[in-house]
Nanobody, 126 residues
């Protein structure tokens, strides 16, 4: 059974940076498209960034140029470097491992795709 564990969340002031990590166990990391999602209070879950096993990437318009996704096969880990953080980036951030870009899947079906971590809270204050 595939398990994902996110770390690296916390509280930071606007303009600051954080790096999230997600370790994958129980599966073949190199076969997965890895994605980061977030969900703010009262809002729907949204995709933030994704990287396929071949290195193709997808970013939400709201984070493009500020957030960067990367992966380390030796450590079965995907990272999300978040720079120039804004208050609107405040959310719980979730990691997902799937066999496709979830940006190509209707959001109503996301819960059925791949495996999810428990999430890590990111709070950005002004």
């Amino acid at each position: 059974q595939v398990q994902l564990a996110e770390t690296g969340g916390g509280s930071v002031q606007s303009g600051g940076s954080l790096r999230l990590s997600c370790v994958v166990s129980g599966g073949i990391f190199d076969r997965y498209t890895m994605s980061w999602f977030r969900q703010a209070p009262g809002k729907e879950r949204e995709i933030v960034a994704a990287m396929s096993s071949s290195g193709s990437t997808h970013y939400a318009n709201s984070v493009a140029g500020r957030f960067f996704i990367s992966r380390d096969s030796a450590k079965n880990t995907v990272y999300l470097q978040m720079n120039s953080l804004k208050r609107e980036d405040t959310a719980i951030y979730y990691c997902n491992a799937a066999h496709t870009f979830l940006s190509d899947v209707p959001s109503s079906q996301w819960a059925d795709y791949g495996s999810w971590g428990q999430g890590t809270q990111v709070t950005v204050s002004s």
